[in-house]
């Protein structure tokens, strides 16, 4: 296994494959990521990798923390060590340094690293976006420097960083890594990774390893064959026709983002929802999905979209509608030897339909209740197709059919939603936990469909 790492490439010896790339940057003595969280929520461990971009490459930011060292076989790596030239510091250490948004210094790399993404941002035409450093948390500094920080970067220097965008960026290629028992596959094509999944079921998929990564981190979990899926071009479709909208499985949320510009109003609102700008530059549609958690926010708002799942394995193609797919609390109708290929969803897009998500904090949170409503309204505003999705309230993400039942026919008003909540409230069975009670979770679950209604009466008033 080889990589490039700050314009070198590297020889990687036989390795634990579960090993991390911050542990490893660290033992090689390249110690500006740190381990804050270990676990994807600091940012402190960030680096760059060389990704694809229309024009070319793109330096995209990412957890070294989450990353297993096989994963960035082939790619291209770039460390905070790798920023300078000619021994001087580049424009955001010194935008950082100048403006004092920096006091213990643990965090700043991080933020560094972020930034100096943002600065080089292909078609950039506007000031750095502050937000682009989501992710990254700072204990003593205050954000305000570091937000002026971004905001005085000119636009990116044209030097050997920004000549490097103007290539296209490395293929990923198959790898195939055993190291006393424990075994990392990263397949090449789809029949490969059927025929891996098929010779060993015990495997364990992985895509962005943004949840896996965690476990092997925090409880130190454990697989001894992992098999990553990051290499599929056929999870990696984007098809938008007048009929559905496809998105791979493999794609990366940030990918689905920059390509599905014709999305509609509630994935828009959604993707900053879902976690930080460094985990949905690795996290994937597919994983969201697979991995079943009740409170994923990827499930309740595409089941609110109506869509169906591709599913490849030992016997072909099947297709399954999301509302079949969960079975039980972290189970799936995936059978042995089966992955997600891709997400469907139909057009056209419901009239109406919001994503509501409810935390402790409105951003980079877990969600305690998610909830998606999509419904169709004739003339005289009677409903005429109705989708109600939650998460947080079930074992599972669930969609509510006897209250979408209910409302078709019915006038869109304050009494059916007054009906429909009774249903929903009957219909639930939230658990209780750190994040909220049992009956918190109900209460605000009812709430939100009066929320949805409050908002649409709110955009037909007059101004």
Same mark, same amino acid.
């Given at each position: 296994?080889?990589? &490039?790492?700050?314009?070198?490439?590297?020889?990687?010896?036989?390795?634990?494959?579960?090993?991390?790339?911050?542990?490893?940057?660290?033992?090689?003595?390249?110690?500006?990521?740190?381990?804050?969280?270990?676990?994807?929520?600091?940012?402190?461990?960030? &680096?760059?990798?060389?990704?694809?971009?229309?024009?070319?490459?793109?330096?995209?930011?990412?957890?070294?923390?989450?990353?297993?060292?096989?994963?960035?076989?082939?790619?291209?790596?770039?460390?905070?060590?790798?920023?300078?030239?000619?021994?001087?510091?580049?424009?955001?250490?010194?935008?950082?340094?100048?403006?004092?948004?920096?006091?213990?210094?643990?965090?700043?790399?991080?933020?560094?690293?972020?930034?100096?993404?943002?600065?080089?941002?292909?078609?950039?035409?506007?000031?750095? *976006?502050?937000?682009?450093?989501?992710?990254?948390?700072?204990?003593?500094?205050?954000?305000?420097?570091?937000?002026?920080?971004?905001?005085?970067?000119?636009?990116?220097?044209? *030097?050997?960083?920004?000549?490097?965008?103007?290539?296209?960026?490395?293929?990923?290629?198959?790898?195939?890594?055993?190291?006393?028992?424990?075994?990392?596959?990263?397949?090449?094509?789809?029949?490969?990774?059927?025929?891996?999944?098929?010779?060993?079921?015990?495997?364990?998929?992985?895509?962005?390893?943004?949840?896996?990564?965690?476990?092997?981190?925090?409880?130190?979990?454990?697989?001894?064959?992992?098999?990553?899926?990051?290499?599929?071009?056929? +999870?990696?479709?984007?098809?938008?026709?007048?009929?559905?909208?496809?998105?791979?499985?493999?794609?990366?949320?940030?990918?689905?983002?920059?390509?599905?510009?014709?999305?509609?109003?509630?994935?828009?609102?959604?993707?900053?929802?879902?976690?930080?700008?460094?985990?949905?530059?690795?996290?994937?549609? %597919? %994983?969201?999905?697979?991995?079943?958690?009740?409170? %994923?926010?990827?499930?309740?708002?595409?089941?609110?979209?109506?869509?169906?799942?591709?599913?490849?394995?030992?016997?072909?193609?099947?297709?399954?509608?999301?509302?079949?797919?969960?079975?039980?609390?972290?189970?799936?109708?995936?059978?042995?030897?089966?992955?997600? &290929?891709?997400?469907?969803?139909?057009?056209?897009?419901?009239?109406?339909?919001?994503?509501?998500?409810?935390?402790?904090?409105?951003?980079?949170?877990?969600?305690? &209740?998610?909830?998606?409503?999509?419904?169709?309204? *004739?003339?005289?505003?009677?409903?005429?197709?109705?989708?109600?999705?939650?998460?947080?309230?079930?074992?599972?993400?669930?969609?509510?059919?006897?209250?979408?039942?209910?409302?078709? %026919?019915?006038?869109? *008003?304050?009494?059916?939603?007054?009906?429909?909540?009774?249903?929903?409230?009957?219909?639930?069975?939230?658990?209780?936990?750190?994040?909220?009670?049992?009956?918190?979770? +109900?209460?605000?679950?009812?709430?939100?469909?009066?929320?949805?209604?409050?908002?649409?009466?709110?955009?037909?008033?007059?101004?």
């Amino acid at each position: 296994m080889d990589f &490039v790492l700050n314009g070198r490439r590297i020889g990687l010896s036989l390795t634990n494959p579960q090993t991390t790339l911050l542990d490893w940057l660290r033992q090689e003595g390249l110690t500006g990521a740190k381990e804050g969280c270990a676990e994807g929520e600091c940012g402190a461990c960030t &680096v760059l990798l060389v990704r694809e971009h229309p024009q070319g490459s793109q330096y995209v930011p990412v957890n070294s923390c989450l990353l297993f060292l096989p994963m960035v076989a082939g790619q291209e790596i770039v460390t905070v060590e790798g920023l300078r030239q000619d021994g001087r510091l580049c424009e955001a250490q010194r935008a950082i340094a100048d403006g004092g948004g920096s006091q213990c210094g643990y965090c700043t790399p991080g933020f560094v690293m972020s930034l100096f993404a943002e600065q080089y941002r292909p078609g950039r035409s506007t000031l750095c *976006d502050p937000h682009s450093m989501g992710g990254n948390l700072c204990r003593c500094t205050g954000y305000r420097p570091l937000s002026d920080a971004a905001l005085s970067l000119a636009p990116a220097p044209d *030097d050997s960083f920004r000549a490097r965008l103007s290539a296209p960026p490395p293929i990923l290629h198959a790898v195939h890594h055993e190291h006393r028992g424990v075994r990392f596959d990263r397949p090449a094509s789809l029949p490969e990774c059927l025929d891996l999944l098929a010779a060993h079921p015990a495997a364990r998929l992985v895509a962005g390893a943004t949840d896996l990564a965690v476990d092997s981190n925090l409880k130190d979990h454990r697989w001894p064959h992992l098999v990553s899926v990051e290499a599929l071009p056929e +999870l990696r479709t984007f098809r938008d026709t007048p009929e559905f909208v496809e998105l791979g499985a493999g794609l990366t949320l940030s990918e689905i983002e920059a390509r599905w510009t014709g999305a509609p109003s509630l994935v828009h609102d959604w993707f900053p929802l879902f976690a930080s700008p460094l985990i949905r530059n690795r996290a994937t549609l %597919g %994983g969201n999905l697979a991995t079943a958690s009740p409170i %994923g926010d990827g499930a309740p708002m595409l089941l609110g979209l109506g869509a169906d799942l591709k599913i490849a394995g030992p016997l072909g193609e099947r297709r399954v509608p999301l509302a079949d797919f969960f079975l039980a609390y972290r189970r799936t109708a995936l059978m042995e030897g089966e992955l997600i &290929v891709s997400v469907v969803i139909p057009k056209p897009f419901p009239a109406l339909a919001r994503f509501f998500k409810v935390a402790k904090r409105r951003m980079d949170d877990i969600s305690t &209740v998610a909830a998606c409503f999509a419904i169709d309204l *004739d003339a005289a505003d009677r409903v005429t197709a109705a989708r109600i999705a939650f998460g947080g309230v079930a074992a599972t993400p669930i969609r509510v059919k006897t209250a979408e039942q209910f409302l078709i %026919g019915r006038k869109w *008003d304050e009494h059916s939603v007054r009906e429909t909540r009774e249903i929903i409230g009957e219909s639930l069975t939230p658990l209780s936990d750190h994040r909220g009670s049992a009956a918190y979770r +109900l209460a605000v679950a009812e709430t939100l469909l009066e929320k949805f209604r409050c908002e649409r009466e709110e955009e037909l008033q007059p101004v």
